[in-house]
């Protein structure tokens, strides 16, 4: 009985490690906090500068 399990038991942790493989979790990958803040001030960096270009080309036109 002992043998008969043990070996059930292998093979049901190979059959699950199997699966596991070729289902991958749903989750997201993980982004830390310093790399979150960093991505932020990037975007906030981005925004003002197209925000300040955008403004530049209205006043251009205005000037004219």
């Known amino acids: 009985m002992n043998r008969r399990k043990k ?3 292998i093979l049901s942790k190979k059959a699950k490690k199997a699966n596991a493989k070729l289902n991958p ?3 997201p990958r993980y982004i830390s906090k310093a790399q979150r803040a ?3 001030s990037q975007d906030t960096g981005a925004s003002l500068s197209a925000d300040a270009s955008d403004s530049a080309e209205v006043q251009t036109p205005a000037e004219s």
Request: net charge neutral; no cysteine; aromatic share 0%.
């Open 25 to 27: 979790g749903h989750k």
């Open 7 to 9: 070996i059930n038991q």
């Open 38 to 40: 960093e991505a932020g």
